[in-house]
């Protein structure tokens, strides 16, 4: 082992809790102002229409400058730009959490979102660099992946408790003393990455940030306004546009922000598509049973918080053990079982309707649900970085996480236009739940669309380089 390989895996167990706390930090600001929307609307005087921007404007600046924070991490060092992007992160929460009005609120999620954009895909190069390929990296990536799933579920929850018991603003205030004592561990135990001379590749940079950027911009607009309003099919229009040119430029740039070479691995594109169409499916499924526990079985904050536990504590239990309980399975195998649950526990989650049983109709499915999150964030994470070299991790990482803020923001632009069209015009209980059960009847096509990609592509990319693993040992 070379002084360098060992000075970056001397403290891999700080280092990796570093980097998980600081991604949960990201995905429970993700859930957790969902079930406390209805608390936040009635204390900064949001209309209806733009409640929604509270969750909107901090997944648009957050996909738009993902590629750019990930490229920013290679030239500049990993290591500096993680605490670059928590530094802004932090303060932007404590922004949130002194929100005073609606435009302060929706400003201060943008800044957190852009905190985000450069944290998250950093946080995931920087595991790659302290962790080297094989059973190490794929623990990692798996706990990495667990917390996507875990951090998600109990945003929702503890999003409920802190709305109905205390106040919205708690969680966004705890961000402030743990931001902190992240920057010092970081400097303390994370390896600074080499820096990488050469161009920026600022075209791209501008292309991929206005394109992302107007895509998902357009899809919020487009599945709150109808899909008729002309701006966000405008921007929906313009930001493909701007998306084409961005691969078009990157095929002949000298050095570029996403080396279309990491679409060239199998493995990898599955993982990129499958984690789309997947969080695509869960986001759905997270917006869309808030609203049914809430607005058609009468539940309260709360009590809609807890109501995903069954969800939340088997995700849990499954992502810590999952592996080691099916250590037969390897990880392409593991990855279809998990879409395979989710996908049963959507299709039954999608009959549900006025006066359904809470425990056959809702707590079943969502088991099913749980152990099927438990199951796939860790191998689609390890498989979004599969087989990259040490240049191309920034851009691998930012990919992963592109695929997965895009997937989140399209499911749910389109499958909230779903929703739209089943209830008709009217805003009564038994509408609600019409509008509910067909959005997650398309959250199932989703899936089984994610499945099948796992199938196709990861699954026997996965077998070979087993084999191959096999026969050289």
Same mark, same amino acid.
């Given at each position: 082992?070379?002084?360098?390989?060992?000075?970056?895996?001397?403290?891999?167990?700080? $280092?990796?809790?570093?980097?998980?706390?600081?991604?949960? !930090?990201?995905?429970?600001?993700?859930?957790?102002?969902?079930?406390?929307? *209805?608390?936040? =609307?009635?204390?900064?005087?949001?209309?209806?229409?733009?409640?929604?921007?509270? =969750?909107?404007?901090?997944?648009?600046?957050?996909?738009?400058?993902?590629?750019?924070?990930?490229?920013?991490?290679?030239?500049? /060092?990993?290591?500096?730009?993680? &605490?670059?992007?928590?530094?802004?992160?932090?303060?932007?929460?404590?922004? #949130?959490? !002194?929100?005073?009005?609606?435009?302060? !609120? #929706?400003?201060?999620?943008?800044?957190?979102?852009?905190?985000?954009?450069?944290?998250?895909?950093?946080?995931?190069?920087?595991?790659?660099?302290?962790?080297?390929?094989? *059973?190490?990296?794929?623990?990692?990536?798996?706990?990495? +992946?667990?917390?996507?799933?875990?951090?998600?579920?109990?945003?929702?929850?503890?999003?409920?408790?802190?709305?109905?018991?205390?106040?919205?603003?708690?969680?966004?205030?705890?961000n402030l003393p743990v931001g902190v004592l992240l920057a010092f561990a970081a400097q303390r135990?994370? =390896?600074?990455?080499?820096?990488r001379a050469g161009q920026f590749d600022l075209p791209g940079a501008l292309l991929s940030t206005?394109?992302?950027?107007?895509?998902?911009?357009?899809?919020?607009?487009?599945?709150?306004?109808?899909?008729?309003?002309?701006?966000?099919?405008?921007?929906?229009?313009?930001?493909?546009?701007?998306? $084409?040119?961005?691969?078009?430029?990157?095929?002949?740039?000298? =050095?570029?922000?996403?080396?279309?070479?990491?679409?060239?691995?199998?493995?990898?594109? /599955?993982?990129?598509?499958?984690?789309?169409?997947?969080?695509?499916?869960?986001?759905?499924?997270?917006?869309?049973?808030?609203?049914?526990? &809430?607005?058609?079985?009468?539940?309260?904050?709360?009590?809609?918080?807890?109501?995903?536990?069954?969800?939340?504590?088997? @995700?849990?239990?499954?992502?810590?053990?999952?592996?080691?309980?099916?250590?037969?399975?390897?990880? /392409?195998?593991?990855?279809?079982?998990?879409?395979?649950?989710?996908?049963?526990?959507?299709?039954?989650?999608?009959?549900?309707?006025? +006066?359904?049983?809470?425990?056959?109709?809702?707590?079943? *499915? !969502?088991?099913?649900?749980?152990?099927?999150?438990?199951?796939?964030? +860790?191998?689609?994470?390890?498989?979004?970085?599969?087989?990259?070299?040490?240049?191309?991790? +920034?851009?691998?990482?930012?990919?992963? @996480?592109?695929?997965? &803020?895009? /997937?989140?923001?399209?499911?749910?632009? #389109?499958?909230?236009?779903?929703?739209?069209?089943?209830?008709?015009?009217?805003?009564?209980?038994?509408?609600?739940?019409?509008?509910?059960?067909?959005?997650?009847?398309?959250?199932?096509?989703?899936?089984?669309?994610?499945?099948?990609v796992a199938v196709l592509l990861i699954l026997p990319a996965r077998r070979r380089a087993q084999?191959?693993?096999?026969?050289?040992?």
């Amino acid at each position: 082992m070379t002084h360098d390989t060992a000075s970056r895996t001397a403290h891999q167990g700080a $280092v990796l809790a570093i980097i998980l706390v600081s991604y949960l !930090m990201i995905i429970l600001d993700v859930s957790i102002v969902i079930t406390g929307l *209805p608390h936040i =609307q009635e204390d900064l005087a949001f209309s209806a229409a733009r409640l929604a921007w509270v =969750q909107s404007i901090y997944t648009l600046t957050f996909g738009g400058f993902l590629l750019l924070g990930a490229r920013a991490g290679d030239i500049l /060092g990993r290591r500096r730009m993680y &605490q670059v992007g928590l530094a802004i992160f932090t303060v932007a929460s404590l922004a #949130v959490a !002194m929100a005073q009005g609606a435009a302060w !609120m #929706v400003l201060a999620r943008g800044v957190q979102g852009l905190g985000a954009a450069i944290l998250a895909p950093t946080s995931l190069a920087l595991l790659t660099l302290h962790f080297p390929e094989g *059973p190490e990296r794929r623990r990692a990536t798996s706990l990495y +992946g667990a917390v996507a799933g875990i951090g998600a579920s109990v945003g929702l929850v503890l999003g409920g408790l802190l709305a109905d018991q205390w106040s919205w603003r708690v969680g966004f205030f705890v961000n402030l003393p743990v931001g902190v004592l992240l920057a010092f561990a970081a400097q303390r135990y994370i =390896q600074e990455s080499p820096r990488r001379a050469g161009q920026f590749d600022l075209p791209g940079a501008l292309l991929s940030t206005a394109g992302f950027g107007a895509l998902i911009w357009g899809i919020v607009e487009a599945s709150e306004l109808g899909w008729h309003d002309t701006p966000a099919l405008a921007a929906i229009g313009g930001g493909l546009v701007a998306i $084409v040119l961005f691969v078009l430029h990157e095929a002949r740039a000298a =050095q570029p922000i996403m080396p279309l070479r990491l679409f060239a691995h199998r493995e990898r594109l /599955g993982a990129y598509v499958a984690r789309f169409l997947f969080l695509g499916a869960m986001v759905t499924f997270f917006f869309f049973s808030t609203q049914f526990m &809430q607005q058609v079985l009468g539940y309260s904050a709360l009590r809609a918080g807890l109501g995903f536990l069954p969800m939340t504590l088997v @995700n849990f239990v499954v992502a810590l053990q999952g592996p080691r309980l099916l250590k037969g399975l390897h990880p /392409g195998a593991q990855l279809v079982l998990g879409l395979g649950l989710a996908l049963v526990g959507l299709g039954l989650l999608s009959r549900a309707g006025p +006066g359904a049983s809470y425990a056959l109709a809702i707590a079943l *499915p !969502m088991v099913l649900i749980g152990a099927g999150q438990g199951l796939c964030f +860790g191998p689609l994470t390890a498989s979004g970085v599969a087989g990259t070299r040490v240049e191309d991790a +920034g851009a691998a990482s930012g990919v992963v @996480n592109v695929a997965h &803020q895009l /997937g989140a923001s399209t499911g749910l632009g #389109v499958m909230s236009a779903v929703a739209t069209a089943a209830e008709a015009g009217r805003v009564d209980a038994v509408a609600i739940a019409h509008g509910a059960s067909a959005a997650l009847q398309g959250a199932t096509g989703l899936m089984l669309l994610a499945l099948l990609v796992a199938v196709l592509l990861i699954l026997p990319a996965r077998r070979r380089a087993q084999g191959a693993l096999v026969t050289s040992s």
